[in-house]
């Protein structure tokens, strides 16, 4: 059974657990009308940090977009260059001389894809 790098990355970990920390009760002690202003004060900053999470997260989805793009732009114009190229050495090699046996002698370079 073979496992791949993406296999991997797919599996859930502590970060994907959805755990609220209103929904546990910390202690036994009964809720006291001072702690509602501390429990909407953590409320508060937690809300605060994950909107400050998402806007970050926005700003990187963006920056992978715009490189996601680039790259697609740096392999077609690789693309064609490589093509250019084999055609170019296809034409020369094709430029031969035939034997007498009525075979095409090459002559060029012996080019290996990888």
Do not use: C, F, W
Not at 22 to 29: D, E, L, P, T, W
Not at 99 to 105: D, H, K, M, Q, W
């Amino acid at each position: 059974m073979q496992t791949s790098i993406k296999d991997l990355q797919n599996i859930s970990g502590l970060h994907d657990l959805r755990t609220y920390t209103g929904a546990v009760r910390k202690s036994g002690k009964p809720a006291l009308p001072t702690t509602a202003i501390l429990d909407l004060y953590m409320r508060r900053n937690e809300r605060d940090r994950l909107e400050k999470e998402l806007k970050g997260l926005r700003r990187r989805r963006v920056q992978l977009q715009r490189r996601l793009r680039d790259v697609e732009k740096e392999m077609t114009k690789l693309l064609e260059k490589a093509t250019k190229t084999a055609v170019e050495i296809r034409g020369r090699a094709v430029r031969g001389r035939v034997s007498p046996s009525g075979r095409l002698e090459k002559k060029g370079k012996l080019i290996l894809g990888y």
